[in-house]
């Protein structure tokens, strides 16, 4: 089959020499940087925070409905668990068996005595209090995810019979997170001051604080920079059921 070019009648296609082909290419990128040029002196702000802003924004509206949305769950909660309790062919056997696996699932309150542990950001102008220490880094300064995730280890070892972590209580699931100097748990976001309340026999749990590492380490950050540490004992202490959504997601093998 012969080209158009051969064919009768038919004007042969002039071909663009590689020479027009970069010409165009500079003229367009010239022409996107002098627009680019006219966009920025219009008064574009090109330090501008406001995306990141408008992100803080949307995280604390995002952890603000969470918040509704768990108190209309433990509600609901609350309702289910009066309509289970009624006659419904169980045996005796096997509603305790169901207390004592919610009662290890969290999703009921626990109370006794305990202890409480506050952490704390350092003040942002804060400077070495021991002699010889250098000056701080702006990481020295504030609370770590690590720093809360040895809190919650250290009480757990202690044979704490529930924690909460600010106003939630924790289940197996439960994962403290840390975005910046935030902190992300269950899908509400906090700021310290960071309060972590556990159940359980006092001395064992400050024990068990005393005896971690990592806590250790961090206690040398709380004489050097003054980093917040409270440790407070309660004779009676009783925390709330988990109310949150107990489903979960795990990841799937992408198919071939």
């Known amino acids: 089959m012969s080209s158009s070019a051969d064919s009768p009648g038919r004007p042969a296609r002039r071909r663009l020499r590689p020479v027009r082909i ?13 627009w680019l040029s006219f966009d920025t002196a219009r008064g574009t ?29 433990a509600t609901l909660r609350a309702d289910v668990d009066g309509l289970a309790q009624r006659d419904n062919g169980s045996t005796k056997a096997a509603d305790a068996k ?4 919610e009662k290890d699932a969290g999703s009921k309150p626990v109370a006794g005595q305990g202890v409480s542990v506050t952490l704390t950001d350092a003040p942002p102008n804060a400077t ?29 070892q202690g044979g704490a019979k529930g924690i909460r972590v600010m106003d939630q209580r924790l289940i197996s699931t439960s994962a403290v ?21 556990a159940v359980g026999d006092r001395d064992a749990l ?17 004489n050097a920079y003054g980093l917040g540490w409270k440790v407070d004992q309660h004779d009676t202490v009783t925390l709330s059921g988990y109310s949150g959504t107990v489903d979960l997601h795990y990841a799937q093998p992408v198919k071939p």
């Open 22 to 34: 970069l010409t165009l290419a500079v003229f367009a990128l010239a022409g996107l940087m002098f």
């Open 45 to 73: 702000n090109l330090r501008s925070d406001d995306s990141m802003l408008r992100l803080s924004d949307l995280i604390q509206e995002r952890s603000n409905k969470n918040g509704t949305q768990d108190d209309r769950n």
């Open 98 to 101: 169901l207390r004592a696996l």
């Open 128 to 156: 070495a209090k021991i002699p010889g220490v250098p000056d701080p880094q702006p990481n020295d300064l504030v609370i770590h995810q690590q720093d809360l995730q040895a809190v919650v280890n250290a009480l757990w």
């Open 177 to 197: 997170r840390c975005v910046g100097n935030t902190l992300i748990l269950q899908g509400r976001v906090y700021s310290p001051p960071y309060k972590v309340t």
């Open 206 to 222: 400050k024990k068990a604080l005393n005896a971690a590492p990592a806590i250790q380490n961090y206690l040398q950050y709380v």
